[in-house]
Protein backbone atom coordinates (compact mmCIF):
# COMPACT_ATOMS: atom_id res chain seq x y z
CA UNK A 1 0.00 0.00 0.00
CA UNK A 2 0.79 3.73 -1.16
CA UNK A 3 1.96 5.53 2.15
CA UNK A 4 0.95 9.42 2.81
CA UNK A 5 2.54 11.00 0.06
CA UNK A 6 3.44 14.53 -0.06
CA UNK A 7 4.95 17.45 -2.40
CA UNK A 8 7.03 19.19 -3.30
CA UNK A 9 9.48 17.64 -1.15
CA UNK A 10 11.77 20.42 -1.24
CA UNK A 11 10.92 24.07 -1.63
CA UNK A 12 12.79 27.27 -1.86
CA UNK A 13 11.18 30.44 -2.19
CA UNK A 14 11.24 34.37 -1.89
CA UNK A 15 10.18 35.82 1.17
CA UNK A 16 6.60 37.33 0.30
CA UNK A 17 5.81 34.66 -2.45
CA UNK A 18 2.95 32.06 -2.22
CA UNK A 19 3.65 28.67 -0.93
CA UNK A 20 1.35 25.45 -1.36
CA UNK A 21 2.15 22.09 0.09
CA UNK A 22 0.20 19.00 -0.66
CA UNK A 23 -0.21 15.71 0.74
CA UNK A 24 -2.43 12.75 -0.18
CA UNK A 25 -3.85 10.26 2.58
CA UNK A 26 -3.60 6.80 2.75
CA UNK A 27 -6.92 4.93 1.16
CA UNK A 28 -9.39 4.32 3.25
CA UNK A 29 -8.02 6.97 6.19
CA UNK A 30 -10.45 9.72 7.23
CA UNK A 31 -8.48 11.63 9.50
CA UNK A 32 -6.03 14.59 8.25
CA UNK A 33 -3.13 16.29 10.86
CA UNK A 34 -0.65 19.22 9.63
CA UNK A 35 2.42 19.29 11.79
CA UNK A 36 5.52 21.50 11.74
CA UNK A 37 8.53 20.56 13.01
CA UNK A 38 11.93 23.21 13.86
CA UNK A 39 15.07 22.52 15.61
CA UNK A 40 13.60 25.33 18.49
CA UNK A 41 10.11 23.71 18.62
CA UNK A 42 9.99 20.16 17.56
CA UNK A 43 6.84 18.74 15.88
CA UNK A 44 3.59 21.02 16.44
CA UNK A 45 0.00 20.48 15.34
CA UNK A 46 -1.26 23.48 13.02
CA UNK A 47 -4.35 22.13 12.07
CA UNK A 48 -6.41 18.44 11.69
CA UNK A 49 -9.61 17.02 9.60
CA UNK A 50 -11.88 14.37 10.21
CA UNK A 51 -14.13 13.36 6.95
CA UNK A 52 -12.94 16.33 5.22
CA UNK A 53 -14.08 18.84 8.01
CA UNK A 54 -11.34 21.34 10.24
CA UNK A 55 -11.63 20.00 13.73
CA UNK A 56 -9.16 22.15 15.31
CA UNK A 57 -7.06 24.97 13.66
CA UNK A 58 -5.97 26.39 17.14
CA UNK A 59 -2.02 25.52 16.38
CA UNK A 60 -2.27 27.54 12.82
CA UNK A 61 0.67 30.24 13.78
CA UNK A 62 -1.86 33.31 12.08
CA UNK A 63 -3.80 34.06 9.39
CA UNK A 64 -1.41 33.71 6.48
CA UNK A 65 -1.82 29.87 7.15
CA UNK A 66 -5.00 28.16 5.55
CA UNK A 67 -5.21 24.37 5.10
CA UNK A 68 -8.32 22.57 2.60
CA UNK A 69 -9.23 19.51 2.04
CA UNK A 70 -10.53 19.65 -1.23
CA UNK A 71 -11.72 15.65 -1.39
CA UNK A 72 -11.36 12.68 1.27
CA UNK A 73 -7.86 12.30 -0.16
CA UNK A 74 -6.41 15.13 -0.56
CA UNK A 75 -5.25 18.42 1.32
CA UNK A 76 -3.28 21.38 0.58
CA UNK A 77 -1.74 24.16 3.37
CA UNK A 78 -1.30 27.30 2.03
CA UNK A 79 1.44 30.16 3.13
CA UNK A 80 0.74 33.66 2.15
CA UNK A 81 2.74 35.85 2.10
CA UNK A 82 5.76 33.50 3.66
CA UNK A 83 8.30 34.96 5.98
CA UNK A 84 11.81 33.18 6.93
CA UNK A 85 10.62 32.01 10.17
CA UNK A 86 8.33 29.60 8.28
CA UNK A 87 11.49 27.96 7.89
CA UNK A 88 10.50 23.93 8.89
CA UNK A 89 10.01 20.84 7.70
CA UNK A 90 6.16 20.52 7.33
CA UNK A 91 4.82 16.83 7.44
CA UNK A 92 1.38 15.57 7.10
CA UNK A 93 -0.52 12.72 8.69
CA UNK A 94 -3.15 10.43 7.94
CA UNK A 95 -5.54 7.57 10.42
CA UNK A 96 -8.67 6.46 10.45
CA UNK A 97 -11.22 7.98 13.22
CA UNK A 98 -12.11 5.66 15.68
CA UNK A 99 -9.83 3.76 18.77
CA UNK A 100 -6.79 2.72 18.21
CA UNK A 101 -6.08 6.27 16.25
CA UNK A 102 -2.43 5.49 14.94
CA UNK A 103 -1.20 8.40 12.96
CA UNK A 104 1.23 7.15 9.74
CA UNK A 105 3.53 10.29 8.43
CA UNK A 106 4.53 11.19 5.24
CA UNK A 107 7.96 12.23 4.36
CA UNK A 108 7.58 16.16 4.68
CA UNK A 109 8.51 19.10 2.46
CA UNK A 110 11.52 20.86 3.68
CA UNK A 111 10.82 24.67 3.82
CA UNK A 112 13.21 27.58 3.20
CA UNK A 113 11.90 30.57 2.75
CA UNK A 114 15.05 33.59 1.87
CA UNK B 1 4.69 23.92 31.86
CA UNK B 2 5.17 21.56 29.00
CA UNK B 3 2.50 18.78 28.09
CA UNK B 4 4.89 16.32 27.19
CA UNK B 5 8.52 16.20 28.47
CA UNK B 6 11.53 14.43 27.59
CA UNK B 7 15.01 14.24 28.53
CA UNK B 8 16.81 15.32 24.95
CA UNK B 9 19.98 13.81 25.69
CA UNK B 10 21.91 12.27 23.67
CA UNK B 11 21.53 9.16 25.22
CA UNK B 12 24.80 6.72 24.96
CA UNK B 13 24.15 3.09 25.35
CA UNK B 14 26.93 0.60 24.24
CA UNK B 15 25.49 -1.80 21.44
CA UNK B 16 23.92 -5.11 23.24
CA UNK B 17 22.53 -2.93 26.31
CA UNK B 18 19.27 -1.91 27.12
CA UNK B 19 18.30 1.44 26.25
CA UNK B 20 15.35 3.01 28.33
CA UNK B 21 13.78 6.17 27.16
CA UNK B 22 11.74 7.90 29.58
CA UNK B 23 8.77 10.52 28.81
CA UNK B 24 6.20 12.44 31.21
CA UNK B 25 2.94 14.12 30.36
CA UNK B 26 0.94 16.96 32.49
CA UNK B 27 -3.13 16.36 30.76
CA UNK B 28 -4.00 13.70 33.09
CA UNK B 29 -7.31 13.08 30.75
CA UNK B 30 -4.70 11.10 27.73
CA UNK B 31 -5.62 8.35 26.98
CA UNK B 32 -3.37 7.29 23.64
CA UNK B 33 0.47 7.09 24.37
CA UNK B 34 2.96 6.70 21.22
CA UNK B 35 6.49 5.85 20.53
CA UNK B 36 8.00 7.67 17.30
CA UNK B 37 11.43 6.90 15.89
CA UNK B 38 12.81 9.59 13.57
CA UNK B 39 16.08 8.92 11.65
CA UNK B 40 17.62 12.35 10.86
CA UNK B 41 16.18 14.09 7.80
CA UNK B 42 13.46 11.75 7.70
CA UNK B 43 9.76 11.45 8.89
CA UNK B 44 8.37 9.79 12.13
CA UNK B 45 7.84 6.16 11.74
CA UNK B 46 5.44 4.77 14.81
CA UNK B 47 7.20 1.84 16.67
CA UNK B 48 5.22 1.17 19.62
CA UNK B 49 1.39 2.27 20.87
CA UNK B 50 -0.02 1.58 24.57
CA UNK B 51 -3.38 2.49 25.44
CA UNK B 52 -3.64 0.52 29.49
CA UNK B 53 -1.72 0.35 32.32
CA UNK B 54 1.22 -1.66 32.55
CA UNK B 55 3.44 -3.30 29.63
CA UNK B 56 3.13 -3.88 26.14
CA UNK B 57 6.15 -6.09 24.22
CA UNK B 58 6.75 -5.96 20.42
CA UNK B 59 10.29 -7.79 19.48
CA UNK B 60 13.14 -5.86 21.10
CA UNK B 61 11.11 -3.40 22.36
CA UNK B 62 8.66 -2.52 25.30
CA UNK B 63 6.52 -0.05 26.07
CA UNK B 64 5.36 0.96 29.60
CA UNK B 65 2.25 2.83 30.91
CA UNK B 66 1.89 4.16 34.40
CA UNK B 67 -1.45 6.60 34.43
CA UNK B 68 -1.52 7.35 37.73
CA UNK B 69 2.70 8.75 37.61
CA UNK B 70 1.81 10.15 34.35
CA UNK B 71 4.61 8.50 32.83
CA UNK B 72 5.48 6.58 29.73
CA UNK B 73 8.58 4.94 28.91
CA UNK B 74 10.65 2.39 25.68
CA UNK B 75 12.88 -0.38 26.48
CA UNK B 76 14.94 -1.06 23.78
CA UNK B 77 16.53 -5.00 24.08
CA UNK B 78 19.91 -5.62 22.82
CA UNK B 79 20.89 -2.53 21.25
CA UNK B 80 21.41 -2.41 17.25
CA UNK B 81 23.76 1.21 16.11
CA UNK B 82 20.47 0.65 13.81
CA UNK B 83 18.54 2.12 16.65
CA UNK B 84 20.40 5.54 17.02
CA UNK B 85 17.23 7.95 16.25
CA UNK B 86 15.51 10.08 17.80
CA UNK B 87 12.75 9.04 19.94
CA UNK B 88 9.69 11.04 20.20
CA UNK B 89 6.87 10.55 22.56
CA UNK B 90 3.71 11.30 21.49
CA UNK B 91 0.72 11.86 23.48
CA UNK B 92 -3.62 11.70 22.38
CA UNK B 93 -6.14 12.87 24.43
CA UNK B 94 -8.73 11.01 22.46
CA UNK B 95 -9.30 7.23 23.16
CA UNK B 96 -12.18 7.12 20.77
CA UNK B 97 -12.17 10.22 18.04
CA UNK B 98 -8.82 11.02 16.02
CA UNK B 99 -7.66 14.16 17.82
CA UNK B 100 -3.79 15.11 17.35
CA UNK B 101 -0.95 14.14 18.85
CA UNK B 102 1.28 16.04 21.19
CA UNK B 103 4.60 15.39 20.71
CA UNK B 104 7.33 15.96 23.40
CA UNK B 105 10.85 17.72 21.42
CA UNK B 106 12.74 13.82 21.84
CA UNK B 107 15.60 12.03 22.83
CA UNK B 108 18.91 11.29 20.74
CA UNK B 109 19.47 7.91 21.21
CA UNK B 110 23.06 7.02 20.35
CA UNK B 111 23.89 3.14 20.12
CA UNK B 112 28.16 2.66 20.50
CA UNK B 113 29.56 -0.48 18.40
Known amino acids: DAGVIQSPRHEVTEMGQEVTLRCKLISGHNSLFWYRQTMMRGLELLIYFNNNVPIDDSGMPEDRFSAKMPNASFSTLKIQPSEPRDSAVYFC????????????FGQGTRLTVV | QKEVEQNSGPLSVPEGAIASLNCTYSDRVSQSFFWYRQYSGKSPELIMS????GDKEDGRFTAQLNKASQYVSLLIRDSQPSDSATYLC?????????????FGKGTHLIIQP
Open chain 2, 50 to 53: IYSN
Open chain 1, 93 to 104: ASSLVGSPTEAF
Open chain 2, 90 to 102: AVNKGGGGADGLT
